[in-house]
């Protein structure tokens, strides 16, 4: 538990009691959505606005909030029907709406959600029927907490540099090395771990593991405390003895899976961060009408006006990036050529890296407006501050969302 987390907590403020109405879901009128997303959405607000998780505990907390999504149904739309999900498949635009929604009102929240998805994706890429069975269902209830293992302390942009090893053996596999940066890392009940299979290969020489927790010779005790509330922890792997079964999606295919895996969930981080954008307007407004000043109201003043429209602006920009993407996945998902594939990446890269930096600007404005609230701890502009700052860095951090967009314009 971080310090900064001690006063984080779930429950609107008397002052932001008014976000509980659904005005600030009118965005979802756009032609990119069905009547499902839209009613998604407007349940799924009302239920989170109705829930008070005591955040105090960051890993307390994320055990709560993914008993309760899992609970409520809400953790399905991470699995596909045949697994116990909701809709017949991933579906982006979904997940987009669930991650704009929760981290509206508790970025930890969203992360309990993103992290089933991102935790079990990988299985349901590329998992063979009796891996998804195994893993899947208990994803979509909440009874199995689930991991993404690909960073190292030498490989985080540079994720095909990876060191950790899996040797074959006569019983299946041996993993030797160590991981970090981990979500949920210690709190898991399986981990889809990224190894070396074939030293020398680089990217084509990786492959995907299913490792369950507890396990011996997995130690995931070393915890890292960050600036805002998010379980996190490093892996060792000691001679980690795997079965074959182990073994997820092709030989030597697990840099291929990984970033297939990544391309769905950067669109939806995009959408994680207008949620908290959103969310920091909606504070920046109620303060600006409701703060006197100069015997005016803070509203009154044009420089606030000026603030507030360009604040706007970046959201509406950043959202319409993130919503073209998730749709160009859903629309576009049987295109399997390069160039298709390509767009798609492109896509989620430019929302990605647009949403989570306009969604930091926005964030320090409305922390600006707030003047001297704006840095007490507690404030909820406060803690966005704080909670915003990850996502411009993991599942790709902006540079590497430019250089997808850049090679990609190079080679056409
Ligand atoms: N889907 C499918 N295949 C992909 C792909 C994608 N989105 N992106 C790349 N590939 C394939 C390429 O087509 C290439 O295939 P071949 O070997 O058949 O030619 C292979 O993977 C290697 O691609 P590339 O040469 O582009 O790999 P690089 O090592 O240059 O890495 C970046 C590219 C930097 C984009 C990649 O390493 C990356 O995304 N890094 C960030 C990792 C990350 O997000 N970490 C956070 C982890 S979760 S918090």
Known sequence: MSAQAALTTNALTPSTAHLTDLAHLAHLALPFFDPAHRSLASELAAWTAAQEVDERDDRRACRDWVQRLGSAGWLRYCVPASAGGALEKLDSRALVVLRETLAFYSPLADFALAMQGLGSGAITLAGTPAQQAAYLPDVASGKKIAAFALSEADAGSDAGALRTSAVRDPRGWTLEGSKTWISNGDMADFYVTFANTTPGAGTRGMTAFIVDAPC???????????????????????????????????????????????????????????????????????????????????????????????????????????????????AHEHGQSGSDRQERSVAAAMAKMCATENAQRVIDMALQMHGGLGVKVGTKVESLYRDIRSLRIYEGATEVQQLIIGKALLSS
């Not at 109201?297 to 993130?322: H, P, S, V, Y």
């Open 216 to 330: 011996a010779g997995l130690d995931s005790s070393e915890h890292i405390a960050l600036m805002a509330p998010h379980p996190l922890a490093s892996l060792r792997f000691d001679q980690c003895r795997l079965g074959e079964q182990a073994q997820l999606g092709a030989l030597d295919g697990g840099f291929k899976l990984a970033m297939q895996t990544l391309d769905i969930f950067r669109a939806s981080v995009a959408a994680a961060a207008l949620g908290m954008a959103r969310r920091a307007l909606a504070e920046a407004v109620a303060h600006a009408k409701a703060r006197p000043m100069f015997g005016q109201r803070l509203a009154d003043f044009q420089l606030t006006q000026a603030k507030l429209g360009e604040m706007a602006a970046l959201i509406d920009a950043a959202a319409l990036l993130t919503y073209r993407a998730a749709w160009l996945r859903d």
